[in-house]
């Protein structure tokens, strides 16, 4: 059999990135990133009527020129042959959700409804149903429904149903013209197929459904609004398929689009921090995948049913087939780094970058690097964003012991280690609730780009770290899932097990902990965790500023 091919779609945020790998070798063959035209909107196209601000929506139209667009340009650059392309995998950002019509046509594409906010696309960064977010969190508490323990107890507002009942109070008629709400990711697999498939990963870590229970029972969503009563029956119906099956086959329309051969095989869509488990090889209990960028995203594979409070979600078979998948987060980890190059750095040291041509991040780390653990005598939390943990947004950011003789460089350091004792508090809260965490691995943009911060997180956690291999590592996971709907006897994989075994990547060089930084560090968090608990459960006074902020005027 010659060369065999397979597709990952990565949809983020701002961009569509697809990745054409060898199914065999896993050789990144190709690969192209369409910027959507529309990125985040902020105001509504036709009105040009600004959102405020905890609101972000998207235009479904650039997803499909990602597809359009991406395929037939990588095809012309490798100069492969189209008919050797087994299957297709996708992953989104989630809960990415949209209003469709009875044809299955999101709203917003009807001129009548596109005037309409809430008929585009809301990202999954669309605050703005925390009002029905903390509803829903009271009433399931109150009514001891037992699904809120799957999402340590707090439903967050950028899932499913709060996004929909927010539609339901502040727009009833879109409500009511939607036949089905549907995530981004199961709408683009419907639209390169033609069948309508959910994936259990959306609808289990999104959409509160579990694979026993279903959706919320209808007399609790009626308890939420009597008008949602039924919802979990017809506008959410579809049939929910578990992730590494396939969802149907490319349709001759859409081959046509993209220049590629119809009956391509398209497996059910993933979460996209998701999708980079299986590209580092995390397969099996115990492994644990940081996907750190802006923010960072842990997920961990075990054998193990447990309730923990302030994980995001646990969802049997909702990462890799036949284990629980467990999510937690950091709310904010590049963005904290961000903030303070970008708001608190003096001129010299940006001269200084400029002058030895370097980035502000990359000197600052330079800088930082010379000081060993402990000798700043700063300490930081990492709440820039909230603290996920506590599934508290109103936590704020802490550094202790600053002096007259603070430096940039040390500040900089100390906010690398406070995101390392933040995933450390996550990893111990895992161990203490009798999970195993076995294996560390790092992919997103950090890894790649901050030795020192690896190097940290090694140190903090006093384990090895393995760092992804692929700069695509979510778009190479879909491919994986492309390549395990293909099968064996196209070429592809029988499972996404085998297919792990064979091409998922990891870098050469790890990160592996020095013993004397392990011991300063073990001191270290010991005073993270007394501020963290004293600023989290104790004090009251970061809660005080903000209400004291707002009453201001400020937001
Ligand atoms: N050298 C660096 N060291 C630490 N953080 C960095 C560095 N370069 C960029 N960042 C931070 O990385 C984040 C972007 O990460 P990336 O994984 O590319 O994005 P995303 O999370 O949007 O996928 C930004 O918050 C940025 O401030
Ligand atoms: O909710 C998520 C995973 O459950 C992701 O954080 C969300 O999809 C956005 O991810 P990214 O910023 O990496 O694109």
Request: charged share 25%; hydrophobic share 40%; with cysteine.
């Amino acid at each position: 059999m010659g060369a065999k091919y397979a597709i990952g779609f990565d949809f983020g945020t701002e961009s569509g990135r697809t990745l054409l790998i060898d199914v065999e070798t896993g050789e990144e063959i190709g690969t192209y990133i369409t910027h959507y035209n529309h990125g985040v909107i902020d105001e509504i196209p036709p009105t040009g009527k600004k959102l405020q601000n905890d609101w972000s929506l998207q235009d479904p139209a650039d997803y499909m020129k990602v597809l359009y667009e991406s395929v037939p340009e990588i095809i012309h650059q490798v100069q492969i042959n189209p008919q050797e392309i087994i299957g297709i995998g996708v992953d989104f950002t989630s809960c990415t959700m949209l209003p469709l019509d009875n044809n299955h046509v999101p709203l917003c594409f009807n001129p009548k409804w596109s005037k309409h906010p809430h008929s585009w696309v809301k990202l999954w960064k669309h605050h703005a149903a925390q009002q029905e977010a903390d509803e829903i969190t009271h009433l399931a508490i109150k009514l001891g429904e037992s699904f809120i323990n799957r999402y340590g107890r707090k439903i967050s507002s950028e899932w499913m149903f709060p996004k929909i009942l927010q539609i339901l109070r502040e727009s009833p008629k879109i409500f009511e013209k939607t036949d089905l709400f549907l995530e981004a990711c199961d709408w683009v697999v419907y639209r390169l197929t033609g069948s309508l498939v959910r994936s259990n990963a959306t609808s289990g870590f999104k959409a509160l459904w579990h694979k026993d229970a279903g959706y919320p029972d209808p007399q609790f969503l009626r308890q939420l609004d009597e008008r949602l009563e039924h919802v979990a029956d017809t506008k959410m119906r579809g049939n929910i398929r578990p992730i590494g099956s396939k969802a149907g086959e490319l349709t001759k329309e859409m081959a046509d689009r993209m220049g590629l051969p119809e009956g391509i095989p398209v497996a059910v869509g993933i979460i996209d921090s998701h999708a980079a488990v299986p590209a580092v090889g995390a397969v099996r209990n115990g492994q644990l995948v940081m996907t750190m960028g802006t923010s960072t995203c842990h997920m961990l594979l075990s054998d193990k049913k447990k309730m923990i409070k302030g994980i995001t979600g646990v969802v049997e078979d909702g990462i890799i087939p036949g284990f629980y998948g467990y999510e937690a987060g950091q709310a904010a980890v590049g963005d904290i780094f961000a903030w303070f190059v970008n708001h608190s750095v003096p001129e010299y040291v940006k001269q200084q970058a400029m002058k030895e041509g370097l980035s502000i991040h990359k000197w600052l780390e330079r800088e930082a690097s010379t000081y060993k653990p402990g000798q700043s005598g700063l300490l930081a939390l990492d709440w820039w964003n909230g603290s996920r943990i506590l599934a508290d947004s109103d936590l704020t950011g802490l550094i202790v012991g600053l002096t007259l003789g603070t430096k940039p460089e040390e500040i900089y350091r100390a906010l690398l280690e406070a995101t390392a004792f933040g995933t450390r508090k996550i990893i111990e809260s895992f161990v203490e609730a009798g999970i195993e965490v076995d294996e560390l691995f790092a992919c997103g943009g950090l890894p790649q780009r901050n030795e020192l911060l690896m190097q940290i997180y090694a140190d903090v956690m006093n384990r090895e770290i393995k760092i992804a291999d692929s700069k695509q590592s979510s778009a190479y996971g879909a491919a994986m899932f492309g390549a395990v709907v293909a099968g064996k006897e196209k070429g592809g994989y029988n499972s996404i097990f085998e297919a792990a075994d064979k091409i998922a990547k990891v870098k050469e060089k790890t990160y592996t902990p020095v013993p004397e930084h392990v011991k300063i560090y073990d001191q270290l968090y010991e005073e993270y965790k007394k501020l963290h608990n004293y600023f989290g459960c104790a004090n009251n006074t970061m809660k005080n500023l903000k209400k004291l902020k707002l009453n201001c005027g400020f937001r």
